[in-house]
C-alpha cells in the first residue's frame, strides 16, 4: 500500500462521507473515489458499504482503520523522532512534554521546577493539547512524554508510571443549591437539567450527541460553569484553579483519577529517563 491511499483511506473512514473527506484532504471527490477503489483492488476486499444514502465500514475496513492510524503515526514519529536526534546532536536537546491543558497544573510546576534543577537537565517544552490528545502526541513523535490521566486516556502501548490517586468533585456555580451540600452522587448530577454535562471532541474532532454545550478546553468549561450554563466533573486537585464564583463538592461514587507520566517504551533518551525520575521522587 501507498501512503497517500492510506491517507485518503482513513479521512473516509473517519468522516464515512466522500465529499467531507475531500474536503479535508483538499483533493476532489472523484478522485478520491478512485484511489478507494484501487485499494480495495489491491487488498481483494470491501473496505466500505456504499448506498446512495450512505457509507460505513466494512469488517475489514475497521481493521484497516485500526492498523492505518498506527502506520500512519509511525511514520509520523520516525520523521519527528529523526529530526530532533539531529537537532540533539547539534546540541540543542529538549524533552517535549505533552499535558492537558488546565489538568494537575500544580503537579506539572513542581516537576518543572524539580527537573530544571537536576545538573543534567535540558530545555522541557510544554505542549498544552486538548482531552485525549496525550497519547496521540506520544505516538506520533511529537511529544517525549506525557502526563495522562487514567483511566479516562489510553496508554495503551506505552510505559507508565503512577504518580497521585485522587477523587473527583463536582464544580458547579457558586449560589447553585447543591453547593450546600457536603457530599454528591452521580446520580444527583445526571438529574440536573439547569447543569447539563458538557460534549468532549472525539479522536475524530465530532462531538456526541446530546444536550451539554460543546467544549474544547477545561478554561472554556470553567467559564460556562460560572455562567451557569455547564457542570463540570473532575479531579480534586482543580480546586486550585477555581475562583470565588465557583464552588467544589465531593463525588463519593465517582472513579478515582490516577495522573500518570508516560512515554514510547522503545525510548533510550536519558533526559526523559531523568524527567520521569524526577517525577517519581515527587
Do not use: N
Not at 485522587?166 to 450546600?180: D, I, N, R
Amino acid at each position: 500500500m501507498e501512503t497517500r491511499e492510506l491517507r485518503y483511506f482513513v479521512a473516509v473512514a473517519e468522516e464515512l462521507h466522500f465529499s467531507r473527506a475531500a474536503e479535508r484532504l483538499g483533493i476532489a471527490q472523484p478522485p478520491l473515489s478512485r484511489a478507494i477503489s484501487q485499494l480495495e483492488r489491491r487488498l481483494g476486499v470491501p473496505l466500505l458499504e456504499r448506498t446512495p444514502r450512505s457509507v460505513t465500514l466494512t469488517d475489514a475496513g475497521a481493521v484497516l482503520l485500526h492498523e492505518g492510524r498506527a502506520a500512519l503515526d509511525a511514520m509520523e514519529a520516525a520523521e519527528q523522532r529523526t529530526q530532533r536526534a539531529a537537532r540533539a546532536a547539534a546540541g540543542s536537546p529538549r524533552v517535549v512534554l505533552a499535558t492537558k491543558a488546565g489538568a494537575s497544573s500544580e503537579l506539572l510546576a513542581k516537576l518543572l521546577h524539580a527537573y530544571a534543577a537536576e545538573p543534567r537537565s535540558v530545555h522541557v517544552e510544554v505542549l498544552l493539547c486538548r482531552p485525549g490528545e496525550q497519547g496521540r502526541l506520544l505516538r506520533t513523535g511529537r511529544a517525549d512524554v506525557a502526563l495522562l490521566h487514567q483511566p479516562f486516556d489510553d496508554t495503551t502501548g506505552l510505559d507508565v508510571e503512577e504518580l497521585v490517586t485522587e477523587g473527583q468533585v463536582a464544580v458547579l456555580p457558586a449560589g447553585h443549591p447543591l453547593t450546600t451540600r457536603s457530599e454528591l452522587r452521580l446520580a444527583e448530577l445526571s438529574e440536573l437539567a439547569d447543569l447539563p454535562q458538557p460534549r468532549w471532541p472525539g479522536v475524530d474532532g465530532s462531538y456526541p450527541a446530546g444536550a451539554g454545550p460543546e467544549v474544547q478546553s477545561h478554561s472554556q468549561l470553567l467559564q460556562l460553569v460560572s455562567l451557569g450554563r455547564a457542570l463540570m466533573v473532575a479531579p480534586d486537585s482543580c480546586r486550585l484553579q477555581l475562583h470565588d464564583d465557583l464552588v467544589a463538592v465531593p463525588v463519593v461514587d465517582a472513579v478515582p483519577v490516577t495522573t500518570v507520566i508516560a512515554w514510547p517504551p522503545h525510548s533510550r533518551s536519558r533526559p526523559v529517563a531523568e524527567l520521569v525520575q524526577s517525577a517519581l521522587r515527587l
